[in-house]
C-alpha cells in the first residue's frame, strides 16, 4: 500500500453537474498529480500541483481544475461534466517537488460515472 | 509532444514462457519508469531506469533502457500467474508524464 488516499471510491453524475474529487498524499510527499485513465488506456496526465500551486498541466480543459491545500492533500474538480469525462481518477504523490518527474505513488482512485 | 509507444498490446503467454514487452519515446528520455496495474487495480511503480544501457532486475524481471535513451524494454522469464495485468512505461516530458497504452499480459495455466 502507498498511502495514498482517494475519496470517493465510485460517484454516479448526470451531465451538466459539477464534481469534486479529494485525495491525501502519502507522507513526507509534496507534489501531487492528477490523472485520467479511460477503460483500456493508459493514464493521461492532467496536472500536478507542488506548493499548493499548478506546476504543469496537461491536455485538458479549463473546467478541469484543481487546489493543493497545506497539508499537501489535494482536490481535482470537474465543472460541466461531459460523457466522456467518465473514467478512473486517479491521484499520484511523489516526495521530490517540482523539477523533475520520479516515481509516482498512485491511490486507489476513483470511478466516475457521467449518465 | 512527446509520444510513448508500448508494444505488443496484449500478450497471451503460457505458464513458464518467458515473453518481452516493448516501450519506444519519439524523445530522448531523462529516464524511463514501469509500472504494473493489475486488473481492477491502480498502477503500482516497479522501476525506474536513468542511465544509457542500464539494466536492471527483479527477481524474473529484467529491465533494460536503450543506449539512444529511446527505448525500453521488460523481460519476464518463466511467467507466472502472478505476473497478470498491463505493463506501462512512462516518460517524463518537463512535469508531465507521459505514459503509453500498456501491454496486456495474460497468462494460460
Known amino acids: 500500500e502507498t498511502g495514498v488516499t482517494q475519496s470517493p471510491t465510485h460517484l454516479i453524475k448526470t451531465r451538466g453537474q459539477q464534481v469534486t474529487l479529494r485525495c491525501s498524499s502519502q507522507?513526507?510527499?509534496?507534489?501531487v498529480s492528477w490523472y485520467q485513465q479511460a477503460l483500456g488506456q493508459g493514464p493521461q496526465f492532467i496536472f500536478q500541483?507542488?506548493?499548493?500551486?499548478?506546476?504543469g498541466r496537461g491536455n485538458f480543459p479549463p473546467r478541469f481544475s484543481g487546489l493543493q491545500f497545506p497539508n499537501y492533500s489535494s482536490e481535482l474538480n470537474v465543472n460541466a461534466l461531459e460523457l466522456d469525462d467518465s473514467a478512473l481518477y486517479l491521484c499520484?504523490?511523489?516526495?521530490?517537488?517540482?523539477?523533475?518527474?520520479?516515481?509516482?505513488?498512485f491511490g486507489p482512485g476513483t470511478r466516475l460515472t457521467v449518465t | 509532444g512527446q509520444q510513448v509507444m508500448q508494444i505488443p498490446q496484449y500478450q497471451h503467454v503460457q505458464e513458464g514462457e518467458d515473453f518481452t514487452t516493448y516501450c519506444n519515446s519519439s524523445?530522448?528520455?531523462?529516464?524511463i519508469q514501469w509500472y504494473k496495474q493489475r486488473p481492477g487495480g491502480h498502477p503500482v511503480f516497479l522501476i525506474q531506469?536513468?542511465?544509457?544501457?542500464e539494466v536492471k532486475k527483479q527477481k524474473r524481471l529484467t529491465f533494460q533502457f536503450g543506449e539512444a535513451k529511446k527505448n525500453s524494454s521488460l523481460h519476464i522469464t518463466a511467467t507466472q500467474t502472478t505476473d497478470v495485468g498491463t505493463y506501462f512505461c512512462?516518460?517524463?516530458?518537463?512535469?508531465?508524464?507521459?505514459f503509453g497504452a500498456g501491454t496486456t499480459v495474460t497468462v494460460r495455466a
Open positions: 499520484a504523490s511523489s516526495s521530490l517537488g517540482g523539477l523533475t518527474t520520479y516515481e509516482q505513488y
Open positions: 507522507s513526507g510527499h509534496n507534489t
Open positions: 500541483y507542488y506548493r499548493e500551486e499548478e506546476n
Open positions: 524523445t530522448t528520455l531523462s529516464n
Open positions: 531506469l536513468v542511465k544509457s544501457g
Open positions: 512512462a516518460g517524463p516530458n518537463d512535469y508531465k508524464l507521459s
